[in-house]
């Protein structure tokens, strides 16, 4: 080898040797990744309402389940921080905003290096009105833009991109691995009013249509997990009329025997997600596990 030559290929050589060193190092950190017992479930939207009772129960239901609770703004979620003092070692919280995909792909890569697979996906997060912002429009002549898109933003596509590429690594992992099912399972809040079939009423246009985003989104992309054979299944789950903060401004009509409480909703929505099969994938089920049409 010629002498000039020889500086640059020590450089090369030192180089190459990090390089693989890094690549041993890393293969030997995924290889040693810890393996959880029991359920690793992920409720996005848990701050407050069905989204914080889902990890209430979840955590109460399941000894050994780690839950994970994402909210815009942890710091400011009491009921999460409650819960926190009671389960320290099962409850992670992370901050999540269905708007910024940044925070979507920032929690996906701490849970990869903390769990390396998730079981369940429960997005639960929605939006109906918000004062002097977005309220159901009563008539065509109500609807605005604006409203159209947060509607769709919040109710639709944000649920989606949490699925997307960020926890769709996760969830693969997950199928099968450390509980007794051979799949793992996302559940997406909808809502009957989503439904086209069944809309006979008409208003709520944004809430509406929305939903029914969500409901073909989550269709579709059931497909492309059957299609791919990836252990993944898709639900859509109908609470009912929950006694929530979304659902409060609006309760006037709705019978005693009609308005459920948080309690009572997502212990029928779990029980849903706990029996669900393969053969459930893509479908949309009201909370007494009936299916409603599309």
């Not at 190459?16 to 293969?27: E, H, N, P, Q």
């Not at 000894?63 to 979620?77: F, K, L, S």
Request: aromatic letters at 8%.
């Amino acid at each position: 080898m010629k002498l000039h030559l020889l500086p640059h290929y020590r450089q090369f050589m030192a180089s190459t040797y990090l390089r693989s060193i890094k690549r041993v190092s890393s293969f030997c950190t995924s290889s040693s990744a810890p393996k959880w017992e029991g359920w690793v479930s992920m409720v996005q939207g848990a701050s407050r309402g069905i989204g914080l009772e889902f990890v209430k129960q979840l955590l109460e239901k399941n000894e050994n389940g780690h839950v994970i609770a994402t909210c815009r703004n942890p710091d400011g979620a009491t009921g999460l921080l409650e819960l926190k003092d009671k389960f320290a070692e099962r409850l992670n919280i992370q901050q999540l905003d269905l708007t910024v995909e940044k925070t979507i792909k920032a929690c996906a890569k701490s849970l990869t290096e903390t769990y390396g697979s998730l079981n369940l996906l429960i997005n639960a997060s929605g939006i109906l009105s918000i004062p002097d912002v977005l309220q159901p429009e009563t008539t065509l002549s109500k609807i605005e833009k604006s409203s159209l898109l947060l509607a769709y933003e919040v109710n639709a596509v944000g649920p989606i991109l949490v699925t997307k590429q960020h926890m769709w690594p996760l969830l693969k992992a997950g199928g099968g691995s450390g509980t007794e099912k051979d799949v793992a399972i996302v559940a997406n809040l909808s809502a009957r009013v989503g439904s086209i079939g069944d809309n006979r009423l008409g208003g709520w246009h944004s809430y509406r249509s929305s939903k029914a985003a969500l409901n073909q989104l989550t269709k579709t992309v059931s497909l492309e997990f059957a299609r791919r054979k990836d252990p993944i299944i898709c639900l859509l789950l109908h609470p009912g009329t929950v006694d929530t903060d979304l659902s409060r401004p609006f309760q006037k009509n709705v019978p005693e025997s009609k308005l459920f409480t948080k309690e009572f909703s997502v212990q029928k929505l779990l029980s849903i997600i706990n029996n669900a099969k393969r053969h459930d994938n893509g479908k949309f089920f009201a909370w007494d596990g009936q299916e409603i049409p599309w």
